[in-house]
């Protein structure tokens, strides 16, 4: 999800979005661009709210499962989320193109929020259908709110602060969402999501109301840059799977049973947010330092390489101070290479719906396949798939510096 995500970042620090339908004033325009961050972030908080939940609400069935059973269901819970932005996130955005972009975003934030309140009230088939609509509004909402604020231009470096900015958005929504239904749990225990689908619901109330740029505003005209090669554009693509599948894997390992017994709820609920925390500041740091733009190669094998050992060590760790060091690190290096992929993966046009549903359906890919690897996996031998995506990390990180050639001039003109 990521090259999307980051694809239209760039417009929030510059403020000003293209003239809003049916008026041109400034501050419509900059309160749209904060009421699109906060929907990225409510989509993102859509993914995340429910995994710590997703143990008990399995086990909440009246035939108990067996310890197979049980974690094939929460891995296949956690999957079918992505799984859904992968399969749809294309056709919304093949459908923007071909009418109001502003319709669908609006429906989509509506469904999640109705995806999101039954949870908790209803068996286990029906919560299958209630992570498929989540998924399938995700990926309407987190495309579309990027198409509305690229159309804005600017510089490399200043559209890599965008970027940066946009992407530290998602990832707050990662932060909040376990956090948020740890608070709804409390308050209605039968309902965990409840809080989260009713701020999704104010979100997309306020959208209704609120003029949102239409389709066709001002491009990037005068850049001349190129695409990527495909090539690189191919290991590219391939890393952003590997960093969303290597995170993916430690949270779903998180969840499914552990030799020395399983974590509770709560203990979950607070990794996951120190993951999100730590995509965060990985986003706040990537700020400080121009290395996105003059040695992204650099970065993004130094981030391969650290998602690469927190993988291999996870599985031997004991300690909750360990564990959550390991998390903090997998959740750093995995959003920096998401900003690194999706920042060099786009183009230099004005990106469409469509390519943008692509580049989220990519970002989803590794996010489906490392639980559903998991899921398929016998009981504990969970740890070979993270292993086996260290691997691949490793490969990877050999390979991008051969594929991935930057000229010295194309680095100065970005500068």
């Known amino acids: 999800m990521v090259v999307n995500r980051a694809a239209a970042s760039g417009r929030l620090r510059n403020g000003p979005n293209p003239p809003a339908e049916g008026g041109g004033e400034s501050g419509t325009r900059s309160r749209s661009s904060i009421l699109l961050l906060f929907a990225v972030a409510a989509a993102s908080a859509g993914q995340t709210a429910i995994l710590a939940f997703l143990p008990s609400l399995v086990d909440d069935g009246q035939v108990p499962l067996s310890l197979r059973a049980h974690d094939f269901h929460v ?10 932005a992968l399969l749809f996130a294309p056709l919304w955005g093949w459908l923007a193109g071909r009418m109001d972009y502003r319709v669908i975003l609006r429906a989509a934030l509506i469904v999640l929020a109705l995806a999101l309140a039954p949870v908790g009230a209803v068996p286990l088939p029906a919560l299958y259908l209630l992570r498929v609509l989540a998924g399938m509004s995700a990926a309407a909402i987190i495309p579309l709110a990027l198409l509305s604020t690229s159309f804005a231009g600017g510089g490399r470096t200043e559209q890599a602060m965008h970027f940066t900015w946009l992407t530290a958005f998602v990832f707050l929504g990662d932060l909040s969402g376990p956090l948020l239904a740890e608070v709804s749990g409390v308050v ?11 701020l999704v619901a104010v979100i997309a109330l306020l959208m209704v109301f609120m003029r949102l740029p239409a389709r066709g505003g001002a491009g990037s005209g005068g850049d001349d840059r190129k695409a990527p090669p495909l090539a690189t554009t191919s290991i590219l693509l391939l890393i952003t799977v590997v960093g969303g599948g290597g ?13 020395e017994g399983s974590l ?26 121009s290395w996105l733009v003059t040695a992204p190669r650099l970065l993004a094998c130094l981030t391969l390489a650290l998602l690469a050992a927190s993988l291999f060590v996870f599985p031997y760790g004991s300690s909750m101070v360990g564990i959550a060091g390991l998390i903090v690190a ?28 692509l580049q989220h359906a990519a970002a989803s890919i590794g996010q489906a396949l490392a639980p559903i690897a998991i899921a398929l996996a016998e009981p504990g031998k969970q740890s070979l798939i993270l292993q086996g995506i260290g691997w691949v990390s490793i490969l990877l990180l050999v390979a991008l510096p051969l594929v991935w050639r930057l000229r010295s001039d194309s680095i100065k003109a970005t500068a």
């Open 75 to 84: 891995a296949s819970l956690s999957a079918a989320h992505p799984i859904a």
């Open 188 to 198: 209605f225990p039968r309902a965990p999501l409840l809080v989260v689908s009713a």
């Open 247 to 259: 995170l993916a894997a430690l949270h779903v390992s998180l969840l499914v049973s552990r030799a």
């Open 264 to 289: 509770t709820r709560e203990t979950i609920a607070w990794m996951l947010s120190l993951c999100g925390l730590a995509m965060l500041a990985a986003q706040l740091f990537h700020t400080r330092i």
């Open 330 to 357: 997998a959740g750093w290096s995995s959003a920096s290479l998401r900003l690194v992929t999706s920042f060099w993966i786009s183009g230099p046009a004005v990106l469409s719906g469509w390519k943008l549903g």
